[in-house]
Every structure is written in structure tokens, then in C-alpha cells.
């Protein structure tokens, strides 16, 4: 049997970032690595640095990229540019002393395509006796934590402050009310548009069982706990999550009856209910599905949706 890979976040500050590249470099090359300045001062396109017997002299910009959630607030997860790689990597060519490597380490997903781009640049580097660039992404630290456990460990107490089994479920349920945060439970039926109410039930019903909430724009993973409802340790919660996963599952169900057999109609900017009892019950199973979850953030001593 494989084993399980957990999923992390990346952290929401720059500090704890930087902290996390230099851990996993001491990790990798088995050397001390070193800051380089303190926040503010320039610092050459290199954060951290250290010198290896094998690879010589090896620099590292830390770079936090942020995407907009629904709310235009900052997520780390966003992209890098063409135009970007190629700006920070001749920022690095005044550091002293001389690097051998280079490296642009992001929250970013990979991304094969910005990878060419970067392999590229570094041939044209190299061919002029500069640095070798390399690119670390979030999907390469999400590897180096389930590599290395006391790195796990650091990252679980020091960013995500999980010390527990009581933290962990906490740390589920907040993900969880991340992904009620939709207009689909709040406003009145009639302003939603049928594509994005059974998204946003598709996208809180997966959140609810796999503790994974996505960016509705973008696609992509914005928060991740380790696994949904069913991993929580406390009963009670994870009873009334269960309750709260079949009224999901119902309210799905009695969307797609009613669109097929005419009860409900999309037009244009709204949702037309021709059965008026369909219509209650919809709004019924809205406001039960926020009151299971409300019960459990209260008892869990967390703020209700």
C-alpha cells in the first residue's frame, strides 16, 4: 500500500515562507543557510543563500504570489510571469558573492509552461557564464513536507497552529464554514442563477467530504484540512455533519427535479419557482444546512456562518 501524501496550504505570511525555503535548503544540502539582509533593504533577488561542495553558491528569492478570492482579499497560489522570472533573476546578478544556482521559490502550482520558460533562460544564462535558475513551486514543498516529519511537525504547530486532535477538527470545521460563505445560502433564491447555485452546493458538498475549498473562479485549491466531516474525532460534530451532508445531497437533488420537470425556470438574471411549496422546501433545507453547521461552530467554540 502507497503512502498518503496530505495536502498543506501555503502559509498566508511572507515571514513563515521564507522561514519554510530556508529549513527545506539545510534539508536538501545538509548546510547552513543564511538570510540575506532584513526585510526592506535590497537584497539583490536573494533571500537566502548558502555554499555547497557540490553546487557551489546557491541563492533564493522567496516570493509569496497572491491570486484575489471572491471577496478581492489576497490568496497565495497565483501565477508567475514571462516577464517576472526574468526580472528577479537579473536582480540576482549582483549578488555577491557570484552564484552558481539560482532559484525563484513560489507559492505557486507548477506550471509546466512558465517551466520551459525557465529552462530556456537558464541555457541563456549559463551559455554566458551565469547561474543555473531553477524554479520551486507549492507543489514541490507539498513533497518536502510529507518527506520530512520533524519539517511536517514545525509547519503544522509553528503555521497552521495545529498541536492536536481538538485543533485538527477545528482547523476542518473552519474550512468547512469557508465554503458556506456563498450567496447561495444566504441570498433569496430568486437572484441565483442555476449554474452557480449548483456549483457553489457541487463545491460545498466536496469541501463538506474531502475538506478541500476551491477558489469558484479560478479551480483552484485555496484551503485544504486533512480530510472532510467523516475524519473529525468529536461524535457530535461529526454527527451533525453527516446530517448536514444529506440535506446537501437532498437540496441538490430537489434543484435538478424541479429544473427537469418545469417547477423551476432559469431566465436571464434570475430563477423563476413555479411550485410555491418547492420553493419552501428549497429554502427549508438552506436554512437547516446552516443551522447543523452553526450547531457544530458554536459547540466547537468558533464563530457561526
Same mark, same amino acid.
Given at each position: ?86 526580472a528577479e533573476a537579473e536582480k540576482a546578478l549582483a549578488f555577491s558573492p557570484a552564484l552558481d544556482i539560482w532559484i525563484l521559490a513560489t ?135 453527516? !446530517? /448536514? +451532508? #444529506? ?7 430537489? %434543484?435538478?427535479?424541479? &429544473?427537469?420537470?418545469?417547477? $423551476? ?15 419552501? !422546501? /428549497? +429554502? #427549508? ?7 447543523? %453547521?452553526?450547531?457544530? &461552530?458554536?459547540?466547537?467554540? $468558533?464563530?457561526?456562518?
Amino acid at each position: 500500500m502507497g503512502q498518503i501524501s496530505l495536502f498543506f496550504q501555503p502559509p498566508l505570511h511572507w515571514q513563515q515562507f521564507e522561514d519554510l525555503t530556508r529549513s527545506v535548503f539545510e534539508k536538501i544540502h545538509v548546510v547552513q543557510a543564511n538570510k540575506n539582509g532584513r526585510s526592506g533593504q535590497a537584497q539583490q533577488g536573494v533571500d537566502i543563500y548558502g555554499s555547497t561542495k557540490q553546487f557551489g553558491n546557491i541563492g533564493i528569492q522567496c516570493k509569496r504570489v497572491d491570486e484575489l478570492d471572491a471577496n478581492n482579499q489576497p490568496i497565495p497560489g497565483g501565477s508567475v510571469t514571462r516577464t517576472f522570472l526574468r526580472a528577479e533573476a537579473e536582480k540576482a546578478l549582483a549578488f555577491s558573492p557570484a552564484l552558481d544556482i539560482w532559484i525563484l521559490a513560489t507559492t505557486a502550482k507548477r506550471d509546466g509552461s512558465i517551466q520551459q520558460v525557465a529552462r530556456k533562460l537558464s541555457e541563456e544564462y549559463q551559455r554566458k557564464q551565469k547561474f543555473e535558475i531553477q524554479l520551486w513551486s507549492w507543489d514541490d514543498y507539498i513533497t518536502w513536507l510529507n518527506t520530512y516529519t520533524d519539517l511536517q511537525k514545525w509547519y503544522y504547530e509553528k503555521v497552521i497552529h495545529i498541536y492536536s486532535d481538538l485543533d485538527q477538527d477545528r482547523f476542518t470545521l473552519e474550512t468547512i464554514a469557508m465554503a458556506f460563505h456563498r450567496p447561495a445560502f444566504t441570498d433569496p433564491l430568486a437572484h441565483e442563477h442555476v449554474d452557480d447555485f449548483l456549483q457553489a452546493l457541487k463545491d460545498t458538498q466536496s469541501a463538506l467530504r474531502t475538506g478541500e475549498l476551491v477558489n469558484r473562479d479560478t479551480r483552484h485549491v485555496i484551503r485544504k484540512s486533512v480530510g472532510g466531516w467523516r475524519l473529525l474525532k468529536e461524535p457530535h460534530w461529526k454527527n451533525r455533519l453527516n !446530517d /448536514l +451532508d #444529506r440535506e446537501l445531497q437532498e437540496l441538490r437533488k430537489q %434543484l435538478m427535479a424541479g &429544473l427537469n420537470d418545469g417547477r $423551476l425556470q432559469q431566465h436571464r438574471h434570475y430563477l423563476q419557482v413555479n411550485d410555491a411549496a418547492l420553493g419552501q !422546501d /428549497l +429554502d #427549508r433545507r438552506r436554512r437547516l444546512c446552516l443551522g447543523y %453547521l452553526n450547531d457544530v &461552530l458554536v459547540n466547537a467554540e $468558533l464563530s457561526p456562518v
